[in-house]
T-cell receptor
């Protein structure tokens, strides 16, 4: 059972465009939704995260939009740059309890063409 | 702080061989975990630990053993390597209270022939 579904699998965007990656989750107990960015040959690194008490969180060119009723959240990258080319993973977890596991989507490979 | 370190960076094994992937963190994090990353499969949890002496299975634990004798170290053992264990392995750590950011190591690329 895949608890977090991510789409698309790959995405090609022109420089300056908007990149949008979508995720859907099933477990309504999840209350922490991070996005991780991974460059080739490196480990994933936290990019931005949101709690379900807000509908949007913005950090620079990166924005998470969250729709609790639809159980969906998305990452928007504004003014996409070639340096944003990486694989992006959405994830979900519960914060209550120190042993809660982070469940990852399957990833989206983003390519930003110059 | 070095963060999360992993050794070796690359490893080639023959089927049936055993080996240990090392992971260490210097952030005094209680929670440590191992993931494997395969193309199109995302990150799948193998084993995790919430503190020294406590370990539990993740999504894909078969063929792997772990132990946690100290807060800093969390080695992953392959008992009898199989070609299906060819993958990139990532160790990660985080606190169990407060800030929830999970930190990943640089990964170990393992090939089993």
């Amino acid at each position: 059972q895949q608890q977090v579904k991510q789409s698309p699998q790959s995405l090609i965007v022109q420089k300056g465009g908007i990149s949008i990656i979508n995720c859907a989750y099933e477990n309504t107990a999840f209350d922490y939704f991070p996005w991780y960015q991974q460059f080739p040959g490196k480990g994933p690194a936290l990019l931005i995260a949101i709690r379900p008490d807000v509908s949007e969180k913005k950090e620079g060119r990166f924005t998470i939009s969250f729709n609790k009723s639809a159980k969906q959240f998305s990452l928007h990258i504004m003014d996409s740059q070639p340096g944003d080319s990486a694989t992006y993973f959405c994830a979900a977890s519960r914060l209550q309890g120190g042993s809660e596991k982070l469940v990852f989507g399957k990833g989206t490979k983003l390519t930003v063409n110059p | 702080n070095a963060g999360v370190t992993q050794t070796p960076k690359f490893q080639v094994l023959k089927t049936g061989q055993s080996m240990t992937l090392q992971c260490a963190q210097d952030m005094n994090h209680e929670y440590m975990s191992w993931y494997r990353q395969d193309p199109g499969m995302g990150l799948r949890l193998i084993h995790y630990s919430v503190g020294a002496g406590i370990t539990d299975q993740g999504e894909v634990p078969n063929g792997y053993n772990v132990s946690r004798s100290t807060t800093e170290d969390f080695p992953l053992r392959l008992l009898s390597a199989a070609p299906s264990q060819t993958s990139v392995y990532f160790c990660a750590s985080r606190r169990t209270r407060g800030a929830y950011e999970q930190y990943f190591g640089p990964g170990t690329r393992l090939t089993v022939t």
